[in-house]
């Protein structure tokens, strides 16, 4: 028997800061590394059941020199992870095409350019992975 999952929340009940500033990014900032400024919204999925895990957004505020200042909020949706609900404020790193997140817990979460203006992420922590396709917000 499979638990019952709630709908996705709104994006609006994931929480950021509320001094979240997008600058555009300049003129020397690649177009490959461009692309990743702004307010993007998705739903981490597990990779073994595809489960809808946590909600997150990915705020790209300020891209230059190979890295970015991100706010990242998340919102746990799956029952064992309804109350985890935050936000950070830190620094990501682009390796390659990828925009790269190291948190302080040893997960990592990759984002790359998708198709159709998205976003495309995984994220690892220990053995187990999760995906999502990230949409830009307004």
Same mark, same amino acid.
């Given at each position: 028997?499979?638990?019952?999952? &709630?709908?996705?929340?709104?994006?609006?009940?994931?929480?950021?800061? /509320?001094?979240?500033?997008?600058?555009?990014?300049?003129?020397?900032?690649?177009? /490959?590394?461009?692309?990743?400024? *702004?307010?993007?919204?998705?739903?981490?999925?597990?990779?073994?059941?595809?489960?809808? +895990? +946590?909600?997150?957004? =990915?705020?790209? %505020?300020?891209?230059?020199?190979?890295?970015?200042?991100?706010?990242? *909020?998340?919102?746990?949706?799956?029952? %064992?992870?309804?109350?985890?609900?935050?936000?950070?404020?830190?620094?990501?790193?682009?390796?390659?095409?990828? =925009? +790269?997140?190291?948190?302080? /817990?040893?997960?990592?979460?990759?984002?790359?350019?998708? %198709? /159709?203006?998205?976003?495309? *992420?995984?994220?690892?922590? *220990?053995?187990?992975?999760?995906?999502?396709?990230?949409?830009? +917000? &307004?």
């Amino acid at each position: 028997i499979l638990p019952t999952l &709630p709908a996705a929340a709104d994006p609006k009940d994931v929480p950021l800061p /509320n001094d979240i500033v997008i600058i555009s990014p300049g003129e020397t900032v690649p177009k /490959n590394l461009a692309v990743f400024s *702004g307010k993007w919204y998705g739903i981490w999925k597990g990779a073994e059941t595809d489960t809808p +895990m +946590m909600e997150h957004i =990915l705020a790209v %505020e300020k891209i230059d020199d190979g890295s970015a200042r991100i706010a990242y *909020g998340y919102a746990g949706i799956w029952e %064992e992870l309804r109350s985890q609900r935050g936000w950070i404020r830190t620094k990501a790193v682009f390796i390659g095409d990828s =925009l +790269m997140i190291f948190f302080t /817990n040893g997960a990592t979460a990759e984002y790359r350019a998708g %198709e /159709n203006s998205t976003i495309t *992420g995984t994220y690892r922590i *220990g053995g187990h992975k999760s995906f999502t396709t990230l949409t830009r +917000m &307004p």
